[in-house]
Every structure is written in C-alpha cells, then in structure tokens.
C-alpha cells in the first residue's frame, strides 16, 4: 500500500466538481503562486505553521501541525464513508493541492 502526505480531507464538498464530493488535499506544489488559496499545501512534508485566531477581541497565536503521512487505504476508508451520498447526487473525489501530481504513485493508487 502506498503512502503520501495529506494536509486536509473535506467531507461533503459541494464546490469542487458535480454533486457531493470529497475533497482530499495533498502536499506539495512546485509552483509557489502569490495567490495560493492553499499556502500549507507548498511544502511537500509535514510541518508546523504559526496561526493566529481572534478570541474575545484578543489576537492568539498557536502552532498548528499541517500534513501526515497516511496509507492510500486510510485515506480511501474515509472517502468511502460517503458512497451513498455520490451515488445519489452523481459526486465522487476530487484530489486536490497543493499539486497531487507530486505524489504520482499514491495518487494512481488512489
């Protein structure tokens, strides 16, 4: 079984392809675009990145762990929790980035 890096997996997904999807989000991106929506997706390792939060008007600033390595069956496990819902609605996956064309060999497995 293969693995690979992944930053995020977002569950019903209405905005990345037809019907409810979703969206599985790999690290790593060659590219380095000022407009990155996905910043976290850059680097293709897990990392730490400072955020910040405002709580009560108060500005809080944490370190938060973006990316694991996980097994191709692991993040399947999760994308098949809701087969029901892309037969029904004509969804399905949709890989996303960073770049998934960074991680070729996990990607075709999954």
């Not at 008007?57 to 892309?86: A, C, P, Q, W």
Request: glycine share 12%; net charge neutral; hydrophobic share 35%.
């Amino acid at each position: 079984m293969e693995k690979g890096v992944v930053f995020d997996i977002k569950r019903y997904a209405v905005h990345d392809g037809p019907g409810i999807r979703t969206t599985v989000f790999l690290k790593g991106c060659p590219l380095k675009c000022q407009w990155c929506h996905n910043p976290e997706g850059i680097l293709s390792r897990p990392q730490s990145m400072k955020r910040s939060r405002i709580i009560d008007g108060k500005e809080s600033i944490y370190v938060e762990k973006v990316g694991k390595m996980v097994t191709s069956g692991e993040v399947m496990d999760t994308v098949l929790r809701d087969r029901l819902f892309y037969e029904e609605s004509g969804g399905g996956v949709t890989f996303s980035g960073g770049e998934p064309m960074m991680q070729p060999t996990f990607l075709l497995e999954l």
